[in-house]
């Protein structure tokens, strides 16, 4: 009898928290809900130790670098000594052309470009926890002035968008997530396509996708460059995203599509700067 | 001393265990990816707590360790909390065909549920976006997922069993059946 009465009990219990989670889900459809004050206190659980564990896994990623031989350092400092002598070379002709493109631009009227946004750098202490989604805590939110929907740069481009924050963290949803999609631009020739990430393009070999291409006049090659573009409400425009790497035609005759190599290592993200300045609608 | 206070002392004691669980997949098995994919040591909980315990701690570990994955990398809050519940539910109804010598009968138990749990997630979050290309996933996400959650189990196997015990060791007979 008593063991009767416990597995209807089970089955209440069931009921009862099945019922919790369905209006969890209606809440967070009809409000975008998503944990409230519970989520605050349990941040305070949470992102000291995710910290300390990300400053630890750092710490022995660094003493792998300790590892190396004498031999190995002296010709790797010979390699980055000829590196710097060249890119001196370089960062001289850049700068001179740096002055005549300010003063164009100036002439213009133009006066931003990304590199003249104010950013910050945040730590990523945490990964999601599935295989399926690609998100990332960072280690400052709110109270560091971060809000939803800040663009987020790793590796000198796009990598993703903050889609929550509490107030010491906000989760970062990537540019590979199976779920993004960002308006983009190839530089070169100035035709929109669209960026989404694909968890199976991701898998086979590291490419995000590239759909909705015009280029009746087969401009676009590989090795092309794709930025964001201004019609997104999302991203700021003429961010660095990656280059193509395969271009086909679709089945319509109308538009191309093909894969994009990023320029951000989402396997060994764990340094990023967000962007501290939203992207303006006008709405 | 009251029964409460048992209860009281396992809850904090799961509590512990999901909190370890979830900073280790979260902040440190990233590190050890293989085949693109980690390990789900949540799954893995709620499923050794389903079929050691019963259909109510199955309940209770997968409903709070979804809530936790819900907190941080949830579209949908209460998604996670719901397929964890589920999960726990049903490792606790194969309760009774668990005894702690065989290894053989949790691994299957831990690896149908990896694969239970992969299956949801694209039915509702992959297949509703037009991604129908099920074999691809089944062999490139969710089985790789199941057979490295299948390894880690070997490792977690006894620690847990151990846990398990000395959780209930030190409590009258009389609260044992929690569930």
Redesign the interface.
């Known amino acids: 009898m008593r063991r009767n009465r416990r597995h209807i009990d089970s089955r209440y219990i069931l009921f009862f928290l099945v019922t919790v989670s369905v209006i969890f889900l209606f809440l967070s459809y009809a409000s975008n809900f998503s944990g409230g004050i519970v989520s605050d206190v349990a941040s305070y659980i949470f992102v000291p130790m995710q910290k300390g564990i990300s400053y630890v896994s750092d710490r022995i990623n660094e003493s792998a670098e300790e590892r190396k031989t004498n031999a190995e350092l002296i010709q790797e400092n010979k390699d980055l000594k000829n590196q710097v002598e060249e890119l001196r070379n370089d960062l001289s002709k850049v700068q001179l052309e740096q002055n005549e493109l300010d003063n164009l631009r100036n002439l213009y009227g133009l006066s931003q470009t990304y590199s003249d946004y104010d950013m910050t750098g945040a730590r990523v202490i945490a990964r999601g926890s599935s295989n399926w989604f690609s998100t990332f805590t960072i280690d400052k939110g709110s109270n560091d002035g971060i809000e939803v929907g800040m663009n987020v740069l790793a590796d000198g481009g796009l990598c993703g968008i903050v889609t929550k924050t509490g107030k010491n963290y906000s989760i970062v949803r990537s540019i590979i997530d199976d779920t993004s999609n960002v308006s983009t631009e190839i530089a070169e020739t100035g035709s929109d396509c669209i960026v989404s990430g694909s968890l199976k393009d991701m898998t086979e070999g590291n490419y995000i996708s590239l759909t909705n291409l015009e280029d009746a006049d087969n401009k676009v090659v590989q090795g092309n460059t794709v930025v964001t573009s201004n019609i997104s409400d999302k991203y700021l425009p003429g961010i660095l995203i990656g280059y193509v790497s395969s271009l086909s035609e679709d089945s319509n005759h109308l538009t191309k599509s093909g894969t994009v190599t990023p320029v951000v290592d989402f396997k060994h993200l764990s340094e990023v700067l967000v962007i501290m300045q939203l992207k303006e609608t006008g709405e | 001393m009251s029964k409460f206070f048992y209860y009281f002392k396992r809850i904090m004691a799961i509590l512990a265990v999901i909190?370890v669980a979830?900073?280790l997949?979260?902040?440190?098995f990233?590190?050890l990816?293989l085949a693109?994919?980690?390990p789900?040591l949540?799954v893995l909980l709620t499923a050794f707590a389903g079929f050691m315990n019963?259909?109510?701690e199955g309940?209770f570990v997968g409903?709070t360790a979804?809530f936790?994955?819900?907190?941080?990398?949830?579209?949908?809050?209460?998604?996670?909390?719901?397929i964890y519940?589920?999960i726990g539910?049903l490792n606790?109804s194969f309760r009774t065909a668990f005894f702690g010598d065989d290894i053989k009968l949790p691994l299957l138990y831990v690896a149908v549920s990896d694969l239970v749990y992969?299956i949801i997630?694209?039915l509702c979050?992959?297949m509703p976006?037009e991604?129908y290309?099920f074999v691809?996933?089944f062999f490139?996400?969710m089985m790789p997922?199941a057979v490295y959650t299948l390894l880690i189990t070997l490792i977690f196997y006894l620690p847990l069993i151990r846990l398990n015990q000395w959780i209930h060791k030190t409590e009258p007979r009389s609260t044992r059946?929690f569930?």
Request: aromatic share 22%.
């Open positions: 909190v979830f900073l997949q979260t902040s440190v990233n590190h990816e693109s994919v980690v789900n949540l019963g259909r109510m309940m409903f979804g936790i994955a819900d907190l941080y990398f949830s579209e949908w809050f209460g998604m996670f909390a719901l519940l589920v539910f606790g992969g997630i694209y979050l992959y976006r991604q290309e691809y996933y490139n996400v997922e059946s569930g």
